[in-house]
Nanobody, 126 residues
């Protein structure tokens, strides 16, 4: 069983930054892709970013590219999301996710992650 625990959410003004972290425990995910999804109030959960098992392949939702940066530390079984230039539309619960099936997670081809965290809320105010 894999447990993913997010941390780092909070409230920030537009233009500010937030750094999210996710710690995976219970099973090594070193060979699997990891990523971040988010769900805004009243909306469906959506893909934000993913990173391949070796950290060399990254994917981003168009609206966050250039503002968000994903990274991972396999030695610590962690994945991170650095978010800058935040806008109110970034307000959402952010979920960490991991795959046991994909070494790279292409949101246009891959079909879902296998493990999910409970989420951390990021609120961006004007």
């Amino acid at each position: 069983q894999v447990e993913l625990v997010e941390s780092g959410g909070g409230s920030v003004q537009a233009g500010g930054s937030v750094n999210l972290s996710c710690l995976a425990s219970g099973r090594s995910l070193i060979n699997g892709a990891m990523g971040w999804f988010r769900q805004a109030p009243g909306k469906e959960r959506e893909f934000v970013s993913s990173i391949g098992w070796n950290g060399r392949t990254e994917y981003y939702k168009d609206s966050v590219e250039g503002r968000f940066t994903i990274s991972r530390d396999n030695a610590k079984n962690m994945v991170f999301l650095q978010m800058t230039d935040l806008i109110p539309e970034d307000t959402a619960v952010y979920f960490c996710a991991a795959s046991r099936r994909y070494t790279d997670y292409d949101p246009n081809r891959s079909r879902g992650m296998d493990y999910w965290g409970k989420g951390t809320l990021v609120t961006v105010s004007t």
